[in-house]
């Protein structure tokens, strides 16, 4: 039985301080005096303690050396420098990403208690831009799986149902901007990082094109399909959060034209099982956007085989490389099914990877061309709800893998670069949908726009 | 028994029309009226008529189509047109770079009849530019070979000792060059394939760096490790060649600075066998070009093995993939010393070579400081001088592969990018001998133009 009434719309957890709490509402608050940076800070602090014992967002904090940033920040706010819209906001950061003064563990053994000797580049572009790290939040082990249950660190739950997990390999990130601890964390996304946990926690999750933001720092799972991105209540924050962390590539900017959008629906198959529910869900906010009936973009099937085996030698060769070594020597160390993913990949041939990425350019190519007659496709960006911790294959008529799941409408766009976004389409039996909007290869700041001006939160 | 004298210094054979003939002689002859392109392109025609037999240089030859090219090209110069230096010069394309009025075979049964629907982009350049397109060149299979003795169309033979090799794969270019058939010709790079048997037949040869010659309409060997260049009498030859076939990307430029060029001896080990013979007189020549002594590159030589190991991994998982389908469906087609080495080349494993990938950006980094100190590397191109064909392996205390001794002094070049030129240094019981110089990425024009400007032919 579907429900889609709002009453459904409630989280399991009672929400931290930042749950609906916009950057904008935030900073005109900082600007009226009415909150400084390191109220914000103390009020994360809270919200962590409070919560993070039943979500396992963070998996390290340091309240501390975050009050200190805080009262710098302050200190300049009070002088009349407000450094821009992140200037005394504080921020989570996904475990595989450098932080010169707090671990960085790849949620993995191998790196417990390892401190990286400087900031990854987007690390410190953030601060440069006045956020304020309050804490590391757990990642997939090496972020090498898409649902947040398998790291050193345990599993991350989901806010809106503690028994399901928040997906990955963002884990962190998203419970704990769904719960409100803080309002915006940084993730990556190699086939659906960032995005799935976002559609499975109800946020905004924006992977940008790839390339767009430095990868300096940020401990790699496929480098030429991975980016790091953003978790966040909504697109507006979304935007400041990617301006900051592109060092000012991809700046808001307003939506072009005010004709209705060209949206072209992308099919579940072949690409994923459908699940009527949650496509009807992600189709009737993808209507709602456009603001009229939507194209179908049957064209794009028929490149689905051809996405999928691309993607599989890039990611497969590139994620074993990375790991030769610790397999080799430290296999126990491994979660036993990371592990096992991993020598999975090692038997990727050369030439099988050479031709992955010429396939790969002449996909470019036909998206290229494929973008030039619609502005974005829609589908959703994840085909079920949250499953339950550990859960590994998906009942029903069309069984099939979790694993597999949750990544078969994220992952095609990775392999081709392409900028994408999910956006909170609404609910089924009280979990959040996503809907994904995916644009051509350079035009982030268009799909953030147009996010941005026609996308309404659900049930409201 | 070596024999450096003057004497040794003899082709076996009578050389055609455009031995000792340089590009600028010929153009002057022909804006003084005493030569038109059509007589150049008679004088090719009667050359290959006679030596071809011998040395089977050209697989594909029409004289014809090139008299009417050069009639066309006699009609501009009349009326006071002319298109730069190669204008009406007749040039010899590599067969495996496509040809839209001549067959195109890579040596391969599999080609064989290949008609190209287009020309590639540098034999259009080089038609814009004006040279006149003679005939096709016999390459070692596919490209896939140092010698020049196996492919569809048999063994190319040396000019200097016609039962040795040519050297390969531009087997053919460097017969038709050698022996005066064409004043210069296209080849393509990829180990060694230009400089080998350049050195061998004692012309000049030059590699540029990776990607400054459009690859479009090149039949691939291994993408990301080959290059279109040039065999030709003399290193202002290979200049206006080269300038034509870069669209003007490498143009001639003047040496820089009037001090001696600071050069650095790379020794043979742990590269290459070394011939004392071989090495001497290859050193003598750096000797005679850097006007002083030399500066020892040692640092170069603990790199050797990261080299390799990227060259191996890079360049046999690139040739497999152009190959798979034809190993797979059509394995009786290839030659068995070619299919060998292409099974060989399918179990390179994909993680290693993205591993190669990141192994060749840093030592890229590497070269890229070691040449802040230094002008060239230089060293013997090949270790040896022309075995006979059909020898695969060397003789002496230090026995060592025909393939590996020919090209393990010139891909190490390749994998880095760099541009390289070999210049005839001498003689070694009567066969030639190459000295090999190396510049930094990019520096195509001063590495010419200190070629140009401090080499001497030996033994005039």
């Known amino acids: 039985m579907t429900d889609l009434s709002v009453s459904a719309c409630a989280l399991a957890v009672e929400p931290g301080f930042f749950r609906g709490r916009g950057i904008d509402e935030l900073q005109q608050a900082m600007a009226e005096g009415g909150l400084t940076a390191q109220d914000l800070v103390r009020h994360a602090g809270a919200a962590i303690e409070r919560l993070n014992p039943l979500l396992n967002a963070f998996v390290h904090v340091d309240i501390g050396a975050a009050l200190e940033a805080a009262r710098e920040l302050d200190a300049e706010r009070a002088q009349g420098k407000v450094r821009g819209p992140l200037h005394g906001i504080p921020v989570a950061i996904k475990d595989n990403v450098d932080t010169s003064d707090m671990p960085t563990t790849m949620g993995a053994a191998h790196f417990l208690g390892h401190r990286p000797a400087a900031d990854a580049r987007c690390v410190a572009l953030l601060r440069e831009a006045g956020a304020i790290v309050v804490g590391k939040t757990l990642t997939h082990e090496f972020a090498y799986g898409p649902t947040g249950d398998r790291s050193v660190q345990g599993a991350s739950r989901n806010p809106w149902r503690t028994s399901q997990i928040t997906g990955g390999s963002s884990a962190g990130s998203a419970a704990a901007v769904a719960s409100g601890m803080v309002p915006v ?81 992308v099919p579940n198959a072949p690409f994923a099982i459908d699940d009527s529910a949650v496509t009807a869900c992600a189709r009737a906010a993808a209507e709602r956007l456009a603001g009229g009936p939507l194209r179908e973009a049957s064209d794009v099937t028929r490149h689905a085989r051809a996405l ?129 909007l995916v644009a051509a290869a350079g035009s982030d700041e268009a799909l953030l726009a147009l996010a941005a001006s026609r996308w309404q939160a659900p049930g409201n």
Chains 1, 2 share one sequence.
């Open 185 to 265: 964390a940084l993730g990556t996304d190699t086939g659906g990082s960032v995005r799935v946990p976002s559609a499975l926690c109800g946020l905004v999750g924006f992977k940008p094109t790839h390339g767009r933001v430095a990868a300096e720092g940020v401990f790699p799972l496929s480098t030429t399909l991975e980016d790091a991105g953003v978790l966040a209540n909504s697109v507006q924050d979304a935007q400041w959060f990617m301006q900051a962390l592109s060092g000012g590539a991809i700046a808001p900017a307003a939506a072009a034209g005010t004709d209705g959008p060209r949206v072209a629906w």
């Open 308 to 436: 999928q085996s691309a993607l599989g030698a890039i990611q497969r060769a590139e994620a074993y490389e990375v790991h030769a070594e610790r397999v080799e020597n430290e296999p126990a160390k491994f979660d036993p099914e990371v592990l096992e993913r991993l020598r999975a990949s090692r038997g990727v041939l050369g030439w099988e990877y050479v031709r992955a990425l010429k396939e790969r350019a002449r996909l470019q190519d036909e998206f290229a061309r494929l973008f030039r007659d619609i502005d974005v496709l829609a589908l959703p960006t994840v085909a079920i709800t949250a499953p339950a911790l550990q859960q590994r294959s998906v009942a029903g008529p069309g069984s099939a893998g979790v694993r597999e799941t949750l990544l078969g409408l994220t992952n095609p766009w990775n392999v081709l670069g392409l900028p994408a976004i999910t956006l909170p389409a609404g609910w089924v039996n009280g979990m959040p949908v996503g809907l994904q």
